[in-house]
C-alpha cells in the first residue's frame, strides 16, 4: 500500500483562535485537503531533504508557547510534482521558508496564490475560518510543507 503524498503549508496561530474538535469535524468531511500534524504549544522546524527547505512542526521543549501550529495539506498524485513545486518554493523563497500572514494567501496576493498546487489550499482555510473565525486574520504560514513518503 502506498502513502499518500501531501503538499501544502505549515501554519501557526494563537491557540485561542484554534479548535481540535474544529478540525476533527472539518476532516471528516474533506477527503482531498486535510489538517494534520497539529502541535499545541510547538514550534515551526525545518527539516532539509534531498536538499529541499521544507516547514515541520514540533513539541517545544521549553514548554507552552501559547501557539498552535498545523499542516494545511492538499493530496498529491506524484512525488515528481511535489518536487519540482517544494523546489520552487525554496527558490521564490531565496532557500528561505516563505513566512506570510494566511490572509495575504487567502485574498490571492501571495507570491504563491499562484501556484495552481498550493492554490488547491485556499478553500481550507475559508472553511476553517468559518469555523474558527479570526483564524485566516491571526495566522502565519511557513512554506513549503510536504508529505514526500
Known amino acids: 500500500m502506498t502513502k ?11 491557540s485561542r483562535f484554534f479548535s481540535a474538535e474544529k478540525v476533527k469535524q472539518y476532516n471528516k468531511k474533506h ?44 493530496k498529491v498524485k506524484d512525488l515528481e510534482q ?4 517544494v523546489k520552487i518554493v525554496n527558490v521564490l523563497g531565496n532557500d528561505k521558508l516563505i513566512r506570510e500572514r494566511v490572509k495575504t494567501f487567502v485574498d490571492g496576493r501571495s ?9 488547491k489550499i485556499t478553500p481550507v482555510f475559508e472553511s476553517l475560518d468559518i469555523m474558527m473565525p479570526g483564524l485566516v486574520m491571526a495566522s502565519w504560514y511557513y512554506a513549503p ?5
Open 4 to 14: 499518500t503524498l501531501y503538499l501544502g503549508v505549515r501554519v501557526e496561530v494563537a
Open 82 to 85: 511535489i518536487t519540482r513545486v
Open 31 to 74: 477527503r482531498k485537503t486535510r489538517v494534520l500534524d497539529v502541535h499545541k504549544g510547538g514550534r515551526i522546524t525545518v527539516e532539509k531533504t534531498d536538499k529541499m527547505l521544507i516547514a515541520r512542526g514540533a513539541k517545544d521543549e521549553r514548554g507552552d508557547t501559547g501557539l498552535v501550529n498545523f499542516s494545511v495539506m492538499a
Open 145 to 149: 510543507e510536504a508529505i514526500l513518503k
Open 111 to 119: 507570491i504563491l496564490s499562484a501556484i495552481p498546487e498550493l492554490y
